[in-house]
């Protein structure tokens, strides 16, 4: 069954008007879905940019950012100079800034290409690129895949590589670090760490995807991470904190997105809400706009087929 076009409310996510702007309801009119007409484009990450009413998605294979709107229309944000893929997006809303992960997106299947590992970050403002932070070479002479980034309230972005076992941190006037290392981080199945999510108690909460764990990583003592005891094994992909606490997990390998909640400070989370996707849907992440929850289906199953998928859909997978 495809997910396209499909509504559902997870149970024991709260009420839908929790994360509606001023306490408000969602919009009876937003739509179910959007179809994005641009062949080849592969979306891994998506935004709701509530300023200009419209999504922001990324593209694996043209390494660019693109505003999408509900009728269809897309505008080009960077065409991707100098940009190989993108792949994980965050709004930093307090500074009107949009935050998107750089890599190369063959090195998935190819192991004999280094990969890349840096941030792109842009004025939403003007549409313009004033940031783009190398992270690679902080760890050099290994391979790198700069997957997924969330921030902080003050502004300081963390970036997940899934290729290194490490989480880099980038303040913000640009300066890079490494804020975590750890073994665990690491997959034999080849991708390690993937997507994550500030938790207001100051905390990250980040996933490996090879291992179906997922790790808090307290910013006050990083350099000691806990593995949060899931009810069941999830290989995650991207994390979306709702404003009642709980997370909505993107899980393409399942697949599914999946509803998260914590009793206990994320030291364990118990699954109480899944949607089913299509086996040949490719669902990596997802965004809230308006109290709903909408994904982007990025199509990777059919990334390396003989003709480029020529439409990729934005659907509402909650109410």
């Known amino acids: 069954m ?24 969602e919009s009876p009119s937003a739509p179910q ?5 641009s062949p080849g484009l592969y979306p891994e990450g998506i935004e709701w940019d509530a300023k200009r009413d419209r999504f922001l998605v990324s593209s694996a294979a043209h390494g660019s950012v693109t505003a999408v709107h509900d009728d269809g229309t897309i505008d080009t944000i960077d065409a991707g100079d100098g940009l190989t893929s993108t792949l994980g997006t965050v709004i930093d809303e307090q500074r009107d800034r949009l935050l998107v992960t750089v890599a190369d997106f063959a090195a998935v299947d190819d192991p004999n ?13 003007s549409g313009r690129r004033t940031l783009l932070v190398d992270l690679a ?8 895949l700069a997957n ?11 970036v997940t590589d899934s290729f290194s076992p490490v989480i880099y941190k980038v303040t913000l006037d640009g300066q890079p670090s490494v804020v975590a290392t750890d073994p665990r981080f690491e997959s034999p199945k080849g991708l390690g760490l993937n997507g994550i999510e500030y938790d207001p108690r100051g905390s990250l909460l980040a996933a490996v995807a090879g291992t179906e764990k997922l790790f808090r990583v307290p910013l006050n003592e990083p350099d000691y991470p806990t593995e949060v005891r899931l009810s069941e094994p999830i290989s995650i992909d991207g994390i979306t904190r709702r404003s009642d606490g709980n997370i909505v997990v993107a899980a393409p390998f399942v697949p599914a997105v999946i509803s998260l909640s914590s009793q206990d400070g994320w030291q364990s989370a118990t699954v109480v809400g899944r949607v089913p996707v299509a086996a040949t849907d490719s669902t990596t992440n997802t965004t809230i706009r308006d109290g709903a929850l909408y994904a982007i289906n ?7 087929g003989p003709v480029p998928v020529q439409m990729f859909e934005i659907f509402r997978v909650s109410s």
């Open 2 to 25: 495809t997910l396209i076009g499909v509504v559902f409310a997870f149970t024991g996510c709260g009420s839908a008007s929790a994360d509606a702007p001023n306490g408000g309801i």
């Open 33 to 37: 879905q959007i179809v994005i007409q």
């Open 113 to 125: 290409r280094p990969g890349e590992a840096k941030l792109a970050i842009y004025d939403l403002a």
């Open 137 to 144: 070479g902080l760890r050099p002479g290994e391979r790198h």
């Open 148 to 158: 997924d980034v969330t921030v902080d309230p003050a502004g300081n972005a963390y």
């Open 298 to 304: 990025a199509h990777f199953a059919q990334m390396n």
